[in-house]
């Protein structure tokens, strides 16, 4: 068997040219499919990667219209709908969050130069909780706590634009900002959030705070963060928590399964170049098959010889066999190497991580070998079936 | 016919026939008895077209019979399967052709080799062996060439050492010489004349009467049959 082998690489050694050029189909072939499901694969991992914790666990609920119609009774948030949520088995952190209408006014630095100049800010309202439930990275000082809010401290946390905006980068001095004519005192500067962006652009105060400066009567949302693979069934459980006797007024923002993700990167687009790989593998396996098939008739007396020196049929299928597969093996190995590469390079201009599947890479080539395989089975037994008188003649 | 002293001849054929069917048929070979003694050294010999080539496949094993009895060594070969002959092939038989058939994109060492890797011979010992051979064709010195950088000469020399390699009993050569010029076939000649010396068993099949003398025996072919 070994010596079969060593006889078959002769063989496709003995025209490396012709090699070359009856890889190339298998090569193009294996390569289109690497590249297309390595590229599917890197993508998707893209967006686990970018969107996965934040967005698999993120669920928002709001009111279906808050405030819509005239005279009808507006759904309303319970102020207590963290807490009703937060009894769910899965939930991570919720806190609520309101815009805040200020009007015209401005928020200002007290301590800024001339007095601070005034910025159009959003100004918002959370409960406590919010800063978990986003994910909240503090830069410098404290988010508020319960306390604050129940009390109705005069206290603000900064998203992290609107401190530059306002020239605050310290909260050890307790700085103040106006809102309007009102001084609040500056606690805690964000440095980010995950979900709710505008957060990072706004000034954000204690519920407690908002309900008696700004009349705010309920929560516009409530942002919720589930454990991982929690969201889809608390996305349904919780309108019931929060609003037991209406839930359907209530709307949620829940995350894709994770087949709708997955579903949504298999695209037409790969399909079509899963289909442009196999048609390649289809005519890569066909130009073997061809050469091999060539080659044998090139090979007639070579064939002879054999038979002469004492192969039976089987050896000298086996050979053109063999040497088919290895054939079909080195332009897997090729294709491989190319959809790998193309994978890579495609990864590294978009700045993505290249995600390849162990089993695509490894199985590949295998593949390769699979098609020399099948293009060979015939050019084989037509090779074995050559009778050696006739391929002896004309000595 | 005479009878043999020798315990069991190399090759016993009895009413041998070869016909190509046609149509129109061809009787290619025609009720040939022929007994190889060991050691002898017999030379066929007849007209292009007498049915040389096909009784050479025949004694070699590369093709069947229509009829008759063909025993080598005293193996009745017209009852076995196409693997057993094929081992007995490999193992008793070694072909000069004509036009060598050599591989041209394997060096003359492996070309030697090639002989016992279907008689599973380990590759070591093939290498060993065919260096011996070489050396014995008196071609040391071209071991690592190609096929294709040889002399005509030179080239069937090669293909002598691959017969002998895998030491067979009964040595087969068609036209050994036809391809090559008066000096080059006398020195084929002559390892010929050696080889028998040593005791191989040999067969050369020529259209070539001064081929054909060199021969211990001589036999003729016409039409398909032997004249004696
Ligand atoms: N495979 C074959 N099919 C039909 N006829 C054949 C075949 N091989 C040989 N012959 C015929 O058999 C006869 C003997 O051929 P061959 O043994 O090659 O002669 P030689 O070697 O003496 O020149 C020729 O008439 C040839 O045409
Ligand atoms: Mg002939």
């Known amino acids: 068997m070994r010596d079969l082998l060593d006889e078959a690489l002769a063989g496709v050694a003995a025209r490396p040219t012709r090699l070359i050029l009856t890889t190339l189909g298998t090569v193009l072939g294996i390569a289109a499919l690497v590249g297309t499901v390595g590229l599917g694969q890197t993508a998707a991992g893209q967006i686990t990667q970018r969107f996965d914790l934040a967005a698999a666990t993120r669920i928002v609920v709001q009111p279906e219209d808050k405030g819509g ?28 969050v309101s815009n805040l209408d200020i009007g015209d006014d401005l928020v200002r ?44 401290d005069k206290v603000v946390v900064l998203g992290k634009h609107a401190a530059e905006r306002l020239g605050i980068n310290r909260v050890d001095a307790q700085p103040a900002v106006f809102i309007g004519d009102e001084p609040y005192t500056v606690i805690g500067i964000l440095e980010s959030v995950t979900g709710r962006a505008e957060l990072n652009d706004a000034v954000i105060m204690p519920n407690g705070t908002a309900k008696t400066a700004y009349d705010l009567e309920s929560p516009d949302a409530v942002e919720i963060r589930t454990q991982v693979g929690a969201a889809q069934l608390i996305a349904g459980q919780a309108p019931i928590a929060i609003q037991p006797n209406d839930p359907s007024t209530l709307k949620v923002d829940a995350p894709p399964k994770q087949g709708a993700v997955r579903k949504g990167v298999e695209s037409d687009l790969n399909a079509l170049f899963l289909l442009l790989g196999a048609v390649a593998l289809l005519v890569g396996g066909l130009g073997i098959a061809n050469v091999t098939l060539l080659s044998v008739l090139e090979r007639i007396s070579e064939i002879g010889l054999r038979r002469a020196l004492g192969a039976a049929r089987r050896h000298v299928a086996i050979q053109f066999l063999v040497e088919s597969v290895i054939v079909g093996f080195l332009g897997g190995l090729l294709g491989t190497a190319v959809g790998v590469l193309l994978t890579v390079g495609v990864s590294w201009v978009r700045d993505w991580t290249p995600i390849l599947d162990n089993r695509l890479a490894f199985g590949s080539p295998l593949l390769g070998a699979f098609i020399g395989l099948v293009a060979g089975t ?3 037994w037509k090779a074995s079936a050559i009778q050696p008188i006739t391929a002896l003649r004309g000595t | 016919m005479t009878a ?6 190399v090759v016993e054929m009895i009413g041998v026939r070869r016909f190509f069917p046609g149509p129109p048929e061809v009787q290619a070979i025609r009720d040939v008895d022929l007994i190889i ?62 036009s060598f058939h050599l591989l041209d994109h394997r060096t003359v060492l492996e070309n030697v080799a090639l002989s016992m ?18 050396e014995r064709v008196g071609l040391a010195h071209r071991m690592e060439f190609a096929p294709t950088t040889l002399s005509g000469g030179e080239r069937q020399r090669v293909a002598i050492a691959r017969a002998l390699v895998a030491e ?39 259209h070539d009467d001064h081929v054909s003398r060199r021969a211990q025996r001589q036999v003729r072919i016409v039409d398909g049959t032997l004249q004696w």
């Open chain 2, 168 to 206: 067979p009993s009964l040595l087969l050569a068609d036209e050994p010489t036809g391809n090559l010029d008066s000096a080059n076939a006398e020195a084929i000649l002559a390892v010929f004349d050696e080889l028998h010396h040593e005791g191989m068993t040999l067969a050369v099949i020529t």
């Open chain 2, 117 to 134: 890797v279907y008689v599973g011979v380990p590759r070591r010992v093939r290498l060993a062996r065919a260096r011996v051979a070489l």
């Open chain 2, 37 to 98: 003694g060991q050691g002898e050294y017999l030379s066929i010999v007849g007209p292009s077209g007498s049915g040389k080539s096909t009784l050479l496949h025949l004694l070699g094993l590369l093709d069947n019979p229509t009829g008759g009895v063909y025993r080598l060594d005293g193996v009745d070969t017209m009852s076995l399967r196409e693997r057993r002959r094929a081992v007995l092939r490999g193992e008793r038989i070694g072909f000069v052709f004509q």
């Open chain 1, 109 to 152: 630095n007290v301590a800024g130069v001339n007095g601070g100049e005034g910025k159009a800010l959003q100004v918002m309202a959370a409960s406590a909780g919010l800063f978990d439930a986003v994910r909240g990275v503090l830069g410098t000082g404290r988010f508020f706590d319960a306390g604050h809010d129940q009390r109705g």
């Open chain 1, 378 to 380: 015939y050019p084989a």
């Open chain 2, 4 to 9: 043999v002293a020798l315990p069991a001849p």
């Open chain 1, 69 to 96: 119609q005239e005279g009808e009774a507006a759904t309303q948030l319970p102020w207590d709908a963290p807490e009703r949520i937060q009894r769910l088995n899965g939930v991570d952190a919720a806190g609520t």
